[in-house]
């Protein structure tokens, strides 16, 4: 090799060594056109060029497709560190460690008062790589999730709150604002733009609704007890949705612990849904003191539907007269359908291939 | 498909995109955010609700037609942060909008800011 080939070969060693690491796979969630043949990329952070799932998430708005992402293998750790395989179990381990909970008064309950903005971006996978919440999930979880990572990389969201849904269980953990503590019960309440949340948290020792009269609800069933100053809440009757880490189902059950530290409610959840998670699922929560007390910005009671109108079921007919849609009839809503994201999704992938052969 | 160069713009490109919780909207994919666009015209309409509000704009275009233009605003909280307030835009007021277009080519977007006639700019 001449001294200038050495040269030119030294030059473009420097120059590859200065670009991002190449993907392993020869294609990706952005150029793959059949994502469900990659299975074995699933859990290669290269297959989403690093994307979190949140930055996958907001590809939408990226300027520039396809952008490098800022996930670190490892940033955070997504399983649960406790030993328990189930919701109930936790939570009675937790209960008698406590001793039978703390009897508080209205002297004593904890003052947890105020606006509080937080959550926790981990509750949907954090820092980490999309590749690293697949690694969480069982089989056919794991297809769900990639389906929408692909359906999210090429601009085909799907959003509760595009279609006037309520956000569901996850979201009204995320999206807490206000803490509200009495001895009996803990009120915890929460306001966006376009839905309200509300969760009653029963410290009164009454406990769940007997079996036969449970079902799955938005916001599920919570009941819970003082270890001291800290609240530790079980969750149950969970209405299956998409949110946290991916979607979940009905058999969603979740144990929290929320204690007020100075300015900020810090708080914990492990999620508890063996048909989606091969293991618990954990996060950590903060939530923040919201000092910005301004009176135009306090809470208030917001409908997407506001702006987005009302729904398409309910219509009035041709004799002027209010009736409903039902099924066959278009623009007939399914209520029944457990994953309308799924629906649309699969509906999406068929129109946008035939929308790319139009190109 | 565009490409940036080099790592360190990449991580300053995205870390600016990227600003919060996700799954709080409904979607951005209805906006072209590769390019913005500038329009002038003359406010007819500013609904001041949430989700979002939204601003109506007349504008007259180069063949001498005018159009109406819908830019979608931020939710109520977010436009009282930026100090916008429902009585800032009224019907008449004539206003420089910079957005990023639908991207099905339809007349309106989502804007990134709006300065008046008076100089004031509102992001």
Redesign the interface.
């Known amino acids: 090799m001449s001294a200038i080939q050495t040269l030119t070969a030294s030059v473009a060693v420097l120059l590859v060594s200065l670009l991002p690491s190449a993907p392993a796979a020869t294609q990706d969630i952005f150029t793959t056109e059949d994502f469900r043949q990659d299975r074995t990329h699933w859990t290669d952070p290269a297959y989403y060029r690093n994307n979190t799932a949140d930055e996958m998430r907001e590809m939408d708005m990226a300027p520039v497709y396809g952008l490098e992402g800022t996930g670190r293998v490892g940033a955070v750790e997504l399983a649960s560190p406790y030993p328990y395989t189930s919701a109930s179990e936790h939570y009675q381990a937790w209960f008698e460690t406590a001793g039978g909970g703390t009897q508080h008064t209205r002297e004593t309950v904890p003052d947890w008062r105020g606006r509080f903005t937080g959550g926790d971006d981990r509750m949907y996978g954090g820092p980490n790589p999309a590749s690293s919440v697949v690694t969480m999930l069982t089989p056919q979880y794991q297809e769900y999730f990639v389906q929408d990572m692909k359906a999210l990389a090429e601009k085909r969201s799907w959003g509760a709150n595009a279609f006037c849904f309520p956000g569901g269980f996850t979201t009204s953990v995320r999206d807490a604002e206000e803490f509200i503590a009495t001895p009996e019960q803990v009120w915890i309440l929460g306001a966006g733009n376009n839905r309200n949340y509300i969760r009653w948290i029963y410290t009164d020792g009454t406990g769940h609704t007997a079996e036969d009269f449970q079902y799955p609800k938005w916001h599920g069933e919570s009941v819970g007890f003082w270890d001291g100053d800290e609240l530790v809440v079980h969750t149950n009757q969970i209405r299956g949705w998409k949110g946290g880490l991916t979607e979940f189902t009905d058999n969603l059950e979740t144990v929290e612990r929320y204690r007020r530290v100075g300015d900020t409610i810090e708080g914990e959840i492990t999620f508890y849904d063996s048909e989606v998670f091969v293991r618990p699922v954990y996060t950590e929560l903060a939530y923040e003191l919201d000092t910005n007390t301004r009176p135009e910005l306090r809470p208030l009671y917001n409908t997407c539907t506001d702006t987005n109108g009302p729904s398409t079921k309910v219509y009035m007919d041709e004799r002027g007269v209010l009736n409903e849609r039902l099924p066959g009839d278009p623009l007939y809503w399914d209520a029944t359908d457990p994953r309308p994201w799924g629906t649309f999704m699969n509906t999406s992938e068929e129109r946008y291939k035939k929308y790319l052969e139009t190109l | 498909?565009?490409?940036?160069s080099?790592?360190g713009l990449?991580?300053v490109?995205?870390?600016a995109?990227?600003s919060?919780?996700?799954?709080?909207?409904?979607?951005?994919?209805m906006f072209d955010?590769?390019q913005e666009v500038t329009i002038i015209g003359t406010v007819t309409a500013f609904?001041f609700?949430?989700?979002?509000g939204?601003l109506f704009v007349d504008v007259e275009e180069k063949n001498g037609e005018t159009v109406n233009y819908w830019i979608e605003m931020a939710?109520?909280?977010?436009m009282?942060?930026r100090g916008i307030g429902i009585k800032t835009f009224q019907p008449g007021d004539v206003i420089t909008v910079n957005m990023y277009p639908l991207s099905d080519g339809r007349p309106g977007g989502s804007y990134t800011t709006i300065v008046t006639d008076d100089g004031k700019t509102y992001e």
């Not at chain 2, 498909?1 to 940036?4: A, V």
């Not at chain 2, 939710?75 to 977010?78: D, V």
């Open positions: 498909m565009r490409r940036l080099g790592v990449l991580s490109v995205m870390s995109v990227v919060g919780p996700a799954s709080s909207h409904h979607s951005h994919s955010h590769e609904s609700r949430n989700p979002h939204f939710p109520i909280p977010r009282i942060q």
